[in-house]
């Protein structure tokens, strides 16, 4: 977000000395995007930032994916893939389940509740949304305090790590990218000022608060966990061993840094007719997109039907989410709280039998839902595998295939 910010102590002018009250010198980190042409900011660090002390691969298992063929609707239960008390030891990190992904984006789910080692993304942004739970996200700059509807925004290489703070469980539903992730390109200004059509403003999204965590406690040795692309682009991990904490930043400006926006602070756009996904737009990155659903005053035409048309995804995926509410479309195909739909392009699809004749009338919808549509098609991780409702394709028909 070109959205500046000036945090903690930075000297007047970029780029020159800048000494503590002792007269050493702060060590300057630009974090920028797009080679020096885009979105940056400036970080003052006590120590060194590239110093490392070693370097050992991390184990980064359940990466692979496989095509979704035949091709086929899918449901997948995600409250299943977690158990009894395992995620009493889960983190935000490495206990993440990959569902769906293709070269642009991957869509992962974890379930935690133990705080995650030190962690940064080198591929892409990530955008996490809390499906439930609290938890307080340590960044290189500043503290994030994240609560169920929030998305936490954290553009690539941001150091940082999960702490969750409640008593239930974190549940987590995690994209990753393989490019930026920002606000719908059409509802900023030439300036990047978010527009006065768009359903949020800058009010809305939340940087990290300080004061810094500045760590100056003598720590050393402090392992990193890096995701990153290997020599034939597949993704691959190494824990790099910092020399000092992290966290060791005193002030910091710019336009580049993490942030939260809040499902609950999007204002819905509605219409006479029904209004099709683009109007339940939040961000985007390179070939995806990212929509949600919240409760809303549906079409209000004499002759409106409120529930989706049936449409073919003739250019993308569609990946659905369901956060909460009561998501009038799927009822009668096994969908509530923690499912994911995911509706390939080739398939036609829209609401289960009998929504179409049930929606007329109805005057609201009390729905929370979180939408991925990607440009190229998605392959099926583990995760999904080991969630997978097998009589979900069938649903609209009322029978499967023969015996």
């Known amino acids: 977000m070109p959205h500046y910010r000036s945090v903690g102590d930075v000297p007047p002018k970029r780029h020159t000395q800048h000494r503590d009250a002792d007269g050493r010198l702060r060590f300057e980190e630009l974090m920028?995007?797009?080679?020096?042409?885009?979105?940056?900011?400036?970080?003052?660090?006590?120590?060194?930032?590239?110093?490392?002390?070693?370097?050992?691969?991390?184990?980064?298992?359940?990466?692979?994916?496989?095509?979704?063929?035949?091709?086929?609707?899918?449901?997948?239960t995600l409250h299943s893939l977690t158990r009894g008390e395992?995620?009493?030891?889960?983190?935000?990190?490495?206990?993440?389940?990959?569902?769906?992904?293709?070269?642009?984006?991957?869509?992962?789910?974890?379930?935690?509740?133990?705080?995650?080692?030190?962690?940064?993304?080198?591929?892409?942004?990530?955008?996490?949304?809390?499906?439930?739970?609290?938890?307080?996200?340590?960044?290189?700059?500043?503290?994030?305090?994240?609560?169920p509807g929030d998305y936490v925004v954290l553009p690539r290489a941001t150091t940082h790590r999960w702490?969750?703070?409640?008593?239930?469980?974190?549940?987590?539903?995690?994209?990753?990218?393989?490019?930026?992730?920002?606000?719908?390109?059409?509802?900023?200004?030439?300036?990047?000022?978010?527009?006065?059509?768009?359903?949020?403003?800058?009010?809305?999204?939340?940087?990290?608060?300080?004061?810094?965590?500045?760590?100056?406690?003598?720590?050393?040795?402090?392992?990193?966990y890096v995701k990153h692309r290997g020599a034939r682009g597949e993704i691959v991990g190494t824990v790099h061993t910092q020399a000092t904490h992290p966290f060791d930043v005193v002030g910091w400006d710019g336009c580049l840094y993490p942030y939260t926006f809040s499902i609950h602070d999007f204002e819905p756009i509605t219409g006479r007719v029904h209004q099709p996904p683009p109007a339940h737009q939040v961000f985007e990155?390179?070939?995806?997109?990212?929509?949600?659903?919240?409760?809303?005053?549906?079409?209000?035409?004499?002759?409106?039907?409120?529930?989706?048309?049936?449409?073919?995804?003739?250019?993308?995926?569609?990946?659905?989410?369901?956060?909460?509410?009561?998501?009038?479309?799927?009822?009668?195909?096994?969908?509530?709280?923690?499912?994911?739909?995911?509706?390939?392009?080739?398939?036609?699809?829209?609401?289960?039998p009998g929504a179409y004749e049930r929606s007329i009338g109805a005057e609201s919808f009390d729905e929370l839902a979180v939408m991925v549509d990607t440009f190229r098609p998605l392959e099926l991780g583990e995760g999904a595998l080991a969630a997978d409702d097998p009589g979900y394709a069938w649903t609209w028909a009322g029978r499967g295939p023969a015996a």
């Open 163 to 224: 702490l969750p703070t409640g008593d239930g469980p974190l549940r987590l539903y995690c994209v990753e990218a393989n490019s930026h992730i920002a606000p719908a390109r059409r509802y900023l200004s030439r300036h990047g000022q978010l527009l006065e059509h768009a359903p949020f403003c800058e009010r809305d999204l939340h940087g990290p608060e300080g004061p810094l965590l500045a760590e100056d406690d003598g720590t050393t040795d402090v392992d990193v």
């Open 86 to 147: 395992d995620w009493r030891t889960a983190d935000a990190v490495t206990g993440r389940r990959l569902l769906l992904g293709n070269g642009d984006v991957r869509i992962s789910y974890a379930v935690t509740g133990a705080p995650s080692p030190y962690y940064r993304n080198g591929i892409g942004d990530e955008c996490v949304y809390v499906e439930s739970g609290t938890a307080r996200v340590e960044t290189v700059f500043g503290v994030l305090d994240v609560r």
């Open 32 to 76: 920028g995007e797009e080679g020096f042409s885009a979105d940056s900011s400036l970080l003052y660090h006590r120590e060194i930032p590239s110093a490392i002390t070693d370097a050992r691969p991390w184990d980064l298992t359940g990466q692979d994916t496989v095509a979704n063929h035949p091709l086929k609707p899918r449901h997948l």
């Open 285 to 352: 990155g390179d070939n995806f997109v990212i929509c949600n659903f919240v409760p809303r005053k549906v079409d209000y035409h004499p002759l409106a039907i409120p529930v989706p048309y049936y449409h073919s995804n003739v250019d993308s995926d569609e990946v659905m989410f369901y956060c909460g509410g009561d998501y009038e479309a799927r009822k009668g195909s096994g969908i509530g709280q923690g499912s994911v739909s995911l509706h390939p392009g080739g398939h036609a699809h829209g609401p289960q």
